[in-house]
């Protein structure tokens, strides 16, 4: 018996692989109840259907196609909320068995997609997977189709229908199959291929209407779509263009892209190759869309502006329509002879238009769930970092999201109106950390105005370049403000594309969208030094105003960690106050307090605004010095000595002994280092003091 279900299984398998195989449509049988089977089924289906939000909406339409084929006794039609089309076609396959195959659930026009897809991407539909949502979609260059495999189940053989009779019997089992003609979205040039097939089955249909002039044009387009299904966008339009150049003998002619209901040239010949030509227009306009559908042109009369340089005086507008709006547009300065020519190109833009919009859209998609990911991973990264290291982490990743191999991060200081430069990556990153004056040119005008700045081309724009030395490879930038709640925080730099193209108004949108996670990051990173400066309040040394020996302990174990973590070089130095206690005996304690405060100011005006000075205990300090080697050790080191060695004290003259050791294989924890400092103050103070001494393991030892 188990055997007999198992053979007749694979039969009905095979009957439903040969009724789907050469349409690619979805067909799902039902009874009263439940479904019975389905094959090749629409992903979108099976994702609203399994939805709670969803399903009731499904229930009206495809969940009632029993009840209203039955009822009716005839195939009827309809489509979905989602705008799917599908016909329902009752089955009697026994006296007391009826069953209801659903065929179709496809988009019959890309207007369709395109409306579906603008849902998955910012409508009601956005919270579903893309990967899953998309996995199989299903795309009908008409309706007929459809009724051909409705058709060929309202005829089903005699054999054909014993079969639907074995399997209606069978217990509620369903039997799904994987598709036939799966369209993930990572791959979706199938699904464009599939609606290229389903047009070429419609000009088969059609072909008895057409003479041998139009079918030869008809596959010299379709030649040409199939070769566009591996390209993005953009080198599709321009193919598209140089197509129409070379077909038509076109001498002048431009693509024209939509931009914010403004016309622009991205690709021309001609008479307008080296022309800014923008056409504004309304993206709804009614006299394009209508010129669209009656596949002819709008034509444009040029103003010429002067005698000497000469222009076009008339222009052939091809708008590039879909569902009422124009996308692009095609502008031909050449003289068209009669109608027929501009018939033709007519036609061929508007057979186009899908093709180049379903291309626009896979980008679209493409692009929406990078920019999620991207999203969730700078939120992530944002997240686990320390307050020492955010600004550097954020310029990283912000110039790995933007393909830059150079940025900078300028923080605006409200107190001196000028910008600190917070991070540098790239080449040539420390000759811009030793500029003085940094952000004049534009970070100013940037942050002032609070909109960022796109640069395509640095000749054109009348800002000054950076100075030769800093080496740039590209003349294209953007300077993006950034801002909390309406207080200026800084500007964020990039450059240098890794692919050598200019930045664009796409690129401003990734930032644009990243933006509220930075924003948040900030506020974050606001409260982590407000909470340090309450700590600081409890760690800071009363007498001297450095801070004291627990903080510097912490930020020693810190910043050890860091080294190690990012191949920072640290080094770290113990000072001692010589002779102090006889300083104290000879003059007393309060005397002795003063000297202590004026070697604690020595400190201060010597150091660096990185560096930790800290009194470690009565008349020792010591002083933390991230991303500084020995030898840069040594030097602030000797600067430390010679400052407090030159300063008035009001009693007699003071001076420091100073042991510096550095960070190393052998030195990775703070007790170590700190106890090798301390070795190395101990061979200074018995060299004759005033000195510096350096750890080296085979001296001190």
Known sequence: MVKDRQQTQKTWESLQEKLTSQSGLALVVVDDS????????????EVLNGSAEFSGQCAMFCGKAFAEATEAGKTISNQCHAGLFYQAVPLEIGENKQLVAITGRSFLHSNDYRKATQRAIDGDWKQFPPSEFFRNVLLSSSEREIEQLSGRLENLSDEDRELFLQFGQNESETIEKESAVPVPINEISELIEQLHKNQEQLAIVQSAEKNTAELEELAVWRALFSSLLNLSYAEACISVA???????????????????????SIWAVGNFKGQQIQIGISASDSRLTEVFQKETSLELRERKTTDKVESLQKINLFPIAISGTVRSALAIGDELSGNSKKRQIARFV??????????????????????TKATQKINSILKQIDADDF?????????????????????FDDQSEDFILKAAVG??????????????????????????LVVKNLTESGILPAPADWKYKTNSFISYPITISGRKI??????????GSSYDEKDLEILHTLAPQIAIALDRISLIRKAGEFEELSMTDSLTGLLNRRYLEVRLAEEISRSQR?????????????????????????????????????????LRGADIAARYGGEEFSILLPQTNLKEGLTIAER??????????????VTVSIGLASCSAELCVAKDLIAAADKALYQAKINDRNRVEVYRKENLA
């Not at 140089?242 to 622009?264: C, H, I, V």
């Not at 430390?640 to 003259?653: A, G, H, L, S």
């Open 34 to 45: 439940a479904t019975v089977s389905k094959v090749n089924n629409n992903s979108i289906c």
């Open 242 to 264: 140089k197509f129409l150049a070379k077909r038509y003998r076109l001498e002048n002619l431009t693509w024209l892209e939509n931009n914010k209901d403004l016309l622009e």
């Open 350 to 371: 508007r057979h186009v238009a899908s093709e180049l919009e379903i291309l626009r859209l896979r980008e679209e998609i493409e692009r929406q769930t990078w920019l």
């Open 391 to 411: 600004w550097t982490v954020l310029a990283q990743y912000s110039a790995e999201l933007m393909q830059a191999e150079r940025g900078s991060l300028l923080i």
């Open 427 to 452: 080449s040539k990153a420390d000759v811009i950390k030793g500029q003085a004056n940094l952000g004049e040119k534009v970070a100013h005008n940037v942050l002032r105005s609070g909109r960022p």
């Open 490 to 499: 800084g500007v964020l730099n990039l450059t240098d594309k890794i692919d």
């Open 566 to 606: 990012h191949g920072y070089p640290m080094s770290f130095m113990m000072i001692d106050v010589d002779e102090f206690k006889s300083y104290n005996d000879s003059f007393g304690h309060p005397e002795g307090d003063k000297a202590l405060q004026l070697v604690g100011q020595c400190l201060k005006a010597t």
């Open 640 to 653: 430390v000595r010679e400052k407090v060695e030159k300063t008035r004290f009001p009693n007699r003259q």
